[in-house]
């Protein structure tokens, strides 16, 4: 089974500082994707590589920015965090040309 | 502005009833709509997906119904059991799109009680 692991279950952090959240596929999938999961607003798009350096903005980029500098690792950089960012974050990984993904366990992020 | 339309928000079913989510979509594009399946703690997990050229699709105790024409899809839990306790998802992807990007509706919190 394709496994996707985020590096932290929780994080607190305070407003204004720079927050790196990372995703590691091990499955050699050349699409990964950060989602924000929030009540009654479902998954929401932040950003997409489709392979090794490249990227794409999703539906809600503003306040994010990400880096892919190697196929199995997509990370997610909040460049001055927000009480707004405050959320749950899900990396998903699939391969090219498929259309189900696997989705990690989250990152429940708390900003103060 | 969400492009898939999911209800209710949460349903409560006694165990042994069929619990029904309800979603919706616009845009004709579309032509893929998965379900996913979240148990607390987890994350999503593809459960069963169906694409336009077929009206129903079942698995198990899931069946996904499909109406093209009123452009609305359904998942129906038959026999629910409290296992199935957990927070659900419809989502769509469009023909076209090189990469695969999902849709989600906003979740429907189903609880099965014993």
């Known amino acids: 089974d394709v496994k996707v692991t985020q590096s932290s279950r929780y994080l607190v952090k305070r407003t204004g500082e720079k927050v790196f959240l990372e995703c590691v596929q091990d499955?050699?999938?050349?699409?990964m994707f950060w989602y924000r999961q929030d009540p009654g607003l479902g998954l929401r798009l932040i950003y997409f590589?489709?392979?090794?350096?490249?990227?794409e903005k999703g539906d809600i980029p503003e306040g994010y920015s990400v880096s892919r500098e190697k196929k199995e690792r997509f990370s997610l950089i909040l460049e001055s965090a927000s009480t707004n960012q405050t959320s749950m974050y899900l990396c998903?990984?699939?391969?090219?040309?498929?259309?189900?993904?696997?989705f990690g366990s989250g990152t429940r992020l708390t900003v103060v | 502005q969400q492009q898939v339309k999911q209800s209710p928000q949460s349903l409560i079913v006694q165990k042994g009833g069929i619990s029904i989510i309800n979603c919706a979509y616009e845009?004709?594009?579309?032509?893929?709509f998965p379900w996913y399946q979240q148990f607390p703690g987890k994350g999503p997990a593809l459960l069963i997906a169906?694409?336009?050229?077929?009206s129903e699709k079942k698995e198990g105790r899931f069946t996904i119904s499909f109406n093209k024409s009123a452009k609305q899809f359904s998942l129906h839990i038959m026999d629910s059991q409290p296992g199935d306790s957990a927070t659900y998802f419809c989502?769509?992807?469009?023909?076209?799109?090189?990469?695969?990007?999902?849709?989600f509706g906003a979740g429907t919190q189903v609880v099965v009680t014993p």
């Open positions: 998903a990984s699939k391969l090219q040309g498929e259309r189900g993904y696997t």
């Open positions: 499955m050699d999938h050349e699409n």
């Open positions: 590589s489709y392979d090794v350096k490249m990227k």
């Open positions: 845009n004709t594009a579309f032509d893929y």
């Open positions: 169906i694409r336009p050229d077929v």
């Open positions: 989502a769509a992807s469009m023909i076209g799109d090189s990469w695969g990007k999902l849709q």
